[in-house]
């Protein structure tokens, strides 16, 4: 494999940029406050979808009561307006004992409504206090939520400046190797974990450890400065 000294040397900074990106993106996955998010996140999911149960029961407990003061109001009128025929109909015995008598349904079923109207304000003061618990339980978790969003921020925030500052770095020394030296190296990378330079050390590949038999650490060290590992297939820095 065909490399100068130079080349060499943008290699071996490469390598060394590509570990350190290696270690920070798997401490950025790692950060306790992603799995903290995501866990605020899902119970205040959890949260929210009660809330909107809750406001859909106030919204029919509001409906109920009203649709009870309605027919309450209705019949007070009928109430009246009976009353008013009862008293202008005074001699007329027949009349006055039909209107007198639904009268008496009038106030029966007004009665009942007020039975309704106090079982439906019951219910909309659970609710109420209910969609009170709820709010405030939402606000916990809001500040909460928030709390975790500012520390992955802070930490993680220098993380992705670090990653961003290398990546640009490795990009420079990428763009000056041969075409194919790079193609190779990055070939090698995907295939090896991110480590695609190992270095020979008496006899051995620094990486994958496997001693090079005599015969192949001939030809090894025939392509210095840079073979490939008989093992691994890694690029192997020879005499550096």
């Known amino acids: 494999m065909k490399a100068d000294t130079k080349d060499l ?25 992603r799995a903290q998010i995501l866990e605020i996140r899902k119970k205040k999911q959890a949260v ?19 649709r009870i003061k309605d027919e309450d109001e209705r019949l007070a ?3 009246r307006e009976t009353q008013e025929k009862i008293e202008e109909s005074r001699g007329d015995y027949r009349s006055v004992e039909a209107l007198t008598k639904d009268m008496g349904g009038i ?4 009665e009942t409504l007020e039975e309704d109207l106090a079982e439906a304000r019951g219910k909309l003061a659970q609710i109420e206090k209910v969609q009170s618990q709820i709010t405030a339980a939402l606000e916990k978790i ?6 975790y969003v500012s520390s992955f921020q802070k930490e993680g925030g220098g993380l992705n400046a670090g990653i961003a ?3 640009k770095q490795r990009s420079e020394l990428a763009a000056s190797l041969p075409a194919e030296l790079l193609a190779e190296y990055e070939k090698i990378a995907r295939k090896s974990g991110g480590i695609a330079l190992a270095r020979l050390a008496n ?22 400065p840079l ?14």
């Not at 040397?9 to 306790?32: C, F, G, N, V, Y």
């Not at 073979?227 to 550096?240: D, I, N």
């Open 9 to 33: 040397a943008t290699l071996l900074s490469m390598q060394h940029i590509d570990m350190e990106l290696i270690r920070a993106k798997k401490k950025l996955a790692e950060l306790p406050q």
């Open 48 to 66: 929210e979808e009660k809330q909107a149960k809750i406001a859909a029961m106030r919204k029919e407990a509001d409906l109920a009561a009203a």
């Open 77 to 79: 009128g009928r109430q």
């Open 107 to 110: 106030t029966k079923r007004r």
């Open 142 to 147: 809001v500040v909460q939520e928030n709390a």
């Open 165 to 167: 500052g290398a990546e």
């Open 203 to 224: 006899g051995s590949c620094s990486v994958c450890r496997a001693t090079i038999t005599e015969g192949k650490l001939l030809q090894v060290q025939a392509e210095a």
């Open 227 to 240: 073979s490939t590992c008989p093992a691994c297939k890694r690029m192997l820095v020879v005499g550096e």
